[in-house]
């Protein structure tokens, strides 16, 4: 199965992301997505306000538009943020405008901080898995079916009609990022995609201690857990392919640097500098260093996806970094 790679922008502005996207697709790389906030905050509550957050779905539009064969998304759509007809409309929209290139990425919503600003409602945990549940039931039922009709717990269809429906057939591939086993529950039921991150959604903040329990081996496990449970559901769980999020992606120039770096990081992570070395978040080493980890998470984890945060404290995704990870590390894989 085919390696993919890609690149999640935030906090640039939309000509900047035009380029960057058209470099991306330049050098091969397959996907372009981008965060779906208010807010981009970090660990334990921590954010900018001055910060550069525009819309996901308009990002997705400039991106398209400034290219012709790459897949452009969102990791991820918040469901509350949108009834599941504009999120299912929106989507389709991008499909047609794209030509068959957009990317349906879905998450339950975690960052609390943003909810409260806005006064937007933020259920329980529980309450939001449910939602992205009957959401993803309502959105593919619309791409899908003539008409809809759904007597749900959150939503309710009688009739609903969407037209056209999309280019790609059955629809767009869906992602799902989450950490939970509710979570990867619904994605063994819903997803083409699992994006495993740090649980967020419950205490509605990224934590420390959530970030060090996402270990090489739970990584692992909950891909495990996932394939598994789509096994119950009917579906064959090799299926769903797994992608890594590496939020904290970092070339050195030489081992040396690298244990450095991984001496100097590992502190505040709470982990040894080996355990930071093969953390589901982060990426640090030479290029050969990286071709080898890399290598390790798709034989181990299984995992299909990598996609490199561009808004992170590690390396700057800029064009020149863009073609040194094409040249020097995924031509390589």
């Known amino acids: ?34 965060p779906d906030h208010f807010v981009y905050e970090g ?34 759509l918040c469901n509350l943020f949108r009834h599941p007809t504009v999120t299912a409309q929106a989507l389709m929209t991008l499909d047609h405008f794209s030509g068959g290139r ?17 006064g937007i409602p933020f259920p ?6 449910r939602m992205l549940d009957e959401s993803l039931t309502c959105i593919r039922s619309l791409w899908t079916n003539e008409r809809t009709t759904f007597d749900g717990e959150f939503y309710k269809f009688k009739d609903a009609i969407m037209w056209p429906k ?46 060090k329990e996402l270990t090489d ?16 559901f009917g579906r064959d769980g090799d299926a769903i392919r797994g992608s890594n999020f590496i939020f904290l992606p970092i070339l050195t120039d030489s081992a040396e640097a690298t244990r450095n770096t991984a001496q100097m990081m590992s502190g505040g992570f709470g982990v040894s500098p080996e355990a930071l070395l093969a953390q589901p978040v982060a990426l640090i080493g030479t290029p050969d260093e990286w071709v080898k980890e890399l290598r390790r998470r798709i034989e181990r984890w299984g995992v299909t996806q990598f996609i490199f945060s561009a808004a992170a404290a590690g390396i700057p995704i800029d064009e020149k970094m863009i073609r040194r990870i094409r040249e020097e590390v995924i031509a390589k894989l």
Do not use: C
């Open 43 to 76: 660990p334990e509550r921590q954010y900018d306000p001055r910060t550069k957050v525009f819309d996901s779905i308009v990002l997705a539009a400039a991106a398209i538009e400034a290219t012709k064969k790459i897949k452009v998304g969102q990791l991820v």
């Open 217 to 232: 081996e739970s990584f692992r496990d909950r891909m495990n857990f996932t394939r598994a449970e789509a096994k119950r």
């Open 124 to 129: 329980s945990i529980s309450d939001r898995l």
């Open 102 to 118: 957009a990317l349906a990425g879905l998450g339950t919503g975690w960052t609390e901080s943003e909810f409260q600003m806005t």
């Open 166 to 211: 999309p280019v790609q057939k059955p629809y767009p591939p869906i992602i799902l990022g989450g950490g939970g086993k509710g979570l990867l529950r619904i994605a063994a039921k819903h997803a083409d995609y699992i994006n495993i991150i740090p649980g967020a959604g419950k205490r509605g903040h990224i934590s420390m201690a959530e970030i």
């Open 1 to 34: 199965m085919k390696i993919e790679f890609g690149i999640q922008f935030g906090n640039l502005e939309p000509q900047r992301i035009r380029d960057l996207a058209q470099a991306a697709e330049a050098f091969g790389f397959d996907l372009v997505v981008f």
